[in-house]
């Protein structure tokens, strides 16, 4: 069975400090991770893919498979940050199953 | 292209009365999930199908709950009779092939009262 994992479901920091989404994941196969966000009043979109290895927003994603995480990262947050964010799986074994975590909320204060 | 459109965008019903949503995916996407979010659960698969085939179904709470695709563009899911706890905003989502971004509609909120 895939399972992702996102332990915090509220972040709260300030403008211009570092901000970290854990998220762990149970996949027998080899995953394929993704990050999705949802700005208030918006659609759920896509963030970043682990196959991309890019930086979107200033935001990274690194995958690592010995803890079974794939943290999300920014070093310096910005309120318009403030969002839902998922991690989310793709599982080949299981027919391209896309699984989501509980999801966290980060808040950006001034 | 209009993106994956939902209908309705809200529901309240009457609990045991049946509800039926709507989902239109991308033109040419041959994927389609259908999800549950809650702020205990986050967001929940119910079911997907690739290719209007039904794939996995397990995330479905009960037997109240069925969903068709009875072609590539037209999905619903159904619940009778419905309940207070399916009370929740449910999303369609669509992609083209496996590893590729799934595009979300607005959802629906429903309210079972």
């Known amino acids: 069975a895939q399972r992702v994992t996102q332990p915090e479901k509220l972040l709260s920091v300030f403008k211009g400090a570092p901000v970290e989404l854990k998220c762990n994941y149970s996949?027998?196969?080899?995953?394929?991770l993704f990050w999705y966000v949802q700005y208030s009043r918006q659609r759920l979109q896509l963030l970043l893919r682990?196959?991309s290895r890019e930086s979107i927003k200033g935001f990274t994603a690194d995958l690592n498979k010995g803890e079974t995480s794939f943290h999300l990262k920014k070093p310096f947050a910005q309120e318009e940050d403030s969002a839902m964010y998922y991690c989310a799986l793709n599982g080949k074994a299981a027919g391209n199953k896309l699984t989501f975590g509980g999801g966290t909320r980060v808040l950006v204060k001034p | 292209d209009a993106g994956v459109i939902q209908s309705p965008r809200h529901e309240v019903t009457e609990m045991g009365q049946e509800v039926t949503l709507r989902c239109k995916p991308i033109s040419g996407h041959n994927s389609l999930f259908w999800y549950r979010q809650t702020m205990m659960r986050g967001l929940e698969l119910l079911i997907y199908f690739n290719n209007n085939v039904p794939i996995d179904d397990s995330g479905m709470p009960e037997d109240r709950f069925s969903a068709k695709m009875p072609n590539a563009s037209f999905s619903t899911l159904k619940i009778q009779p419905s309940e207070p706890r399916d009370s929740a905003v449910y999303f369609c989502a669509s992609r083209q092939g496996r590893n590729t971004e799934a595009f979300f509609g607005q959802g629906t909120r429903l309210t079972v009262v």
């Open positions: 682990h196959i």
């Open positions: 996949y027998s196969g080899s995953p394929e």
